[in-house]
């Protein structure tokens, strides 16, 4: 059979274009590189997002495998540009443009999905409490009461969700008591480990915008509320809120439980986001998850208010290790350890410290114990959302990152000194 010349150009010009739009493709999902870090594009981090959100409902129905959320958020690198000027911006509000919804009505009955119900379009984390998976947390906190001097204070504090206190009664035997769960794992704690009643305080301002109703995380103003608990624990007094410039988003925020169960009665109910501008200035370092790194001279990030994942504009998102150096009037170091409900608490911090160390055991791979001496760290504070009591896995990572068999980068580079 013949093939006449047209018949083999029109064939190369087929190929050339299939060619030409796989390009095309691949280069809108190459890495993007912004202030000398690479970074994934957003919709890379979608797909990642959506396939670990399927681990997690397939999962989340058992104690042994429910999910850590804050797993499976996307990845939070690739905003984290210096914005020093932007964050002195005023407050700004709403605009319509910006809401989304649908004819779905507000109320209805709970609609279950994997471990979230979302009753009258609020989404909740249902807690199931588990003796056994509460005592591997349990156990890895005490040992750092264990393996850590009288010289090192440990505190930890458990923080309730939004199940514990805005579902409505009449739903209420759909997640366990997590006032129960804490104090069994705060009476089960080593004698050193100074426990941080959180939710007393909590429960006293229920009514406050405490939890968003899109989101599992609480809001800016439950993790001060979180924040004045552990001041009283440690017999200090507390910054007044009223000192701190509250900085709203103008947009509307749709959080981690619509990501994560995709329900569309939550497009009629989004959450406001705001931050409170840190008082005093600071030098913020960081070590990315890749062991990438970057630097900034502020802790909150008011670009990811114009992106969707909104939470990030505390810390940066979730970083494997993170240092703040403070100009505050004080000496003293501490180091929190903690899960991503401990971002919007930090910035608390930093008036009464010099020094904030944070790690997550979820990406930080040296050892803690090296961390906390070489630094000459005066107190650890242990940071976890009442999910934790769920998470065996994760709390065998926090208890892991003091092992003996974990090798460190300082005693790496030890090493090939000698």
């Known amino acids: 059979m013949t093939i006449s010349r047209k018949t083999v150009l029109i064939g190369t010009i087929i190929v ?25 594009t957003v919709n890379n981090d979608l797909n990642k997002e959506t396939l670990s959100d399927e681990i997690a409902f397939k999962n989340s129905e058992t104690n042994e495998n429910i999910v850590n959320t804050d797993e499976i958020e996307e990845s939070d690198d690739e905003l984290k540009e210096d914005e020093s000027t932007e964050s002195e911006n005023d407050s700004v509000s709403e605009t319509e443009d910006d809401i989304i919804g649908n004819d779905l009505p507000i109320e209805h009955t709970p609609e279950h999905v994997g471990n979230f119900v979302i009753i009258n379009s609020v989404g909740y984390e249902k807690f199931k409490f588990s003796k056994y998976n509460a005592n591997v947390y349990i156990d890895s906190i005490n040992k750092y009461a264990a393996n850590l001097g009288s010289d090192v204070k440990i505190y930890n504090l458990i923080a309730p969700t939004s199940s514990e206190f805005n579902m409505p009664d009449k739903y209420s035997d759909l997640s366990d008591s997590q006032k129960d769960g804490i104090q069994y794992a705060y009476s089960n704690m080593n004698n050193k480990v100074i426990t941080v009643d959180a939710y007393s305080n909590i429960e006293a301002n229920k009514d406050e915008y405490l939890y968003f ?19 009283k624990t440690k017999k ?9 410039k509250k900085i709203d988003s103008e947009n509307k925020y749709l959080g981690s439980i619509y990501n ?62 993170s240092h703040i150096e403070a100009d505050s009037q004080t000496e003293k170091k501490i180091l929190v350890i903690k899960d991503s409900y401990g971002n919007a608490f930090i910035p608390f911090l930093i008036p009464h410290y010099v020094d904030i160390f944070i790690v ?29 009591l769920q998470l065996p896995v994760f709390s065998q990572m926090l208890g892991d990152m003091g092992t003996v068999n974990v090798v460190s980068s300082t005693a790496i580079k030890a090493a090939v000194a000698n």
Do not use: C
Not at 21 to 39: D, S
Not at 236 to 244: G, K, T
Not at 360 to 384: A, C, G, H, S
């Open 213 to 231: 109703k899109t989101d599992h995380h609480w809001t800016g103003l439950g993790a001060y509320r979180a924040y004045e608990s552990f001041m």
């Open 260 to 321: 994560m169960t995709q329900n569309e009665r939550l497009e009629n109910n989004l959450d406001d986001i705001w931050y409170y501008n840190p008082l005093l200035p600071v030098k913020y370092s960081a070590v990315n998850r890749d062991e990438t790194s970057w630097s900034s001279n502020q802790i909150v990030f008011p670009s990811y208010f114009e992106h969707s994942r909104k939470y990030s504009v505390f810390m940066g998102g979730d970083a494997a290790f």
């Open 236 to 244: 200090e007094e507390p910054v007044q809120l009223e000192r701190y």
């Open 360 to 388: 997550d055991p979820r990406y930080y791979n040296d050892n803690i114990y090296e961390l906390i001496e070489e630094n000459k760290i005066d107190e650890v504070l242990i940071i976890n959302y009442s999910t934790v």
């Open 16 to 40: 050339i274009s299939l060619i030409s739009v796989l390009i095309i493709y691949n280069t809108k999902h190459l890495p993007t590189v912004e202030n000398g870090v690479v970074n994934e």
